[in-house]
């Protein structure tokens, strides 16, 4: 941006109460800070990968792109206290995120808290990422939260581990949480294949918090999907039809829609040049010299 006279310090020059968030992938200083970033790359420096993975010096990349995401939550949350802010000082000020620290933010309270604690007599838990194991069956699997000793009583003999019940490692939530590597095994390997559905059925009746474990091509039909009308279908000019996630959030109850398409790149240039002030002529002229795009709708 500095190189197309759009930095920070001349923008703010003009226009003191703008608020200037500028994204980079690894900081403004170090030995990275000028090196391209991208999803991947944040992943691996953040350490997501190695938490992703099943071994201890094992690495795997998380299949969406959460570190764009997170940065973009961060960016919003940022930009929105900056203009709180300003409501109050009538001062905008510049914001510096970078890709990294965000993600290494996102990432520390549950990823890294068996490392937070530094002093000797630090009570010792498991990563957080030995907290996540899917209770598989031959016909799918269910996510469980075992959390509480009445939530284990449930569990162990229903995958056909009674006899654990017994046992100090599972006696406890410090035993487990001191040692839930070992108790994931179990849940990893059940003795019993009672399948989905019964797994489903038992644990709710337990008050086990559980839910059955998707697969995509069930995602639009589920009928607890369904019920609080997440999804939305529509029609574009430039897309065909749509199927997309409404905006999360109701604001005094009521349902958001975005069932209106993002302009194509370049669809809108002409209406942005003229309210900046640009005549028809000069537009025309920077269309035909290839300056500016314009891109027509099919």
Known sequence: M???????????????????????????????????????????????????????????????????KVTSYTVCQAATAALVARATTGEGQHIDISMLHACLAFMWPDGMMHRTLKDDDRFEMSPGADYFQTLNFSDGAVAVAALTDSHWQAVLPLIGYPELLDMPLFSSIASRMTNMKEVSLVLKNPRLDIGVEKAVAALKAADVPCAPCLHQDEIETNDQIQAIDALETYVTEAMGKLTVPRPPVQFDGAMASQAKPSPLLGEQSREVLSELGWDHASIDQLISSGDVVVTALP
Do not use: W
Not at 11 to 40: C, E, W
Not at 44 to 54: A, D, F, R, V, W
Not at 58 to 68: K, Q, Y
């Open 2 to 68: 500095d190189r197309l006279g759009l930095g920070s310090d001349v923008l703010r020059k003009i226009n003191p109460k703008l608020v200037y968030v500028a994204v980079s992938g690894f900081g403004t200083q170090g030995p990275m800070a000028d090196k391209p970033a991208f999803d991947h790359v944040i992943q691996g420096m953040s350490g997501l990968t190695n938490l992703q993975s099943s071994e201890d010096n094992g690495f795997d990349l998380i299949r969406t792109f959460i570190c764009d």
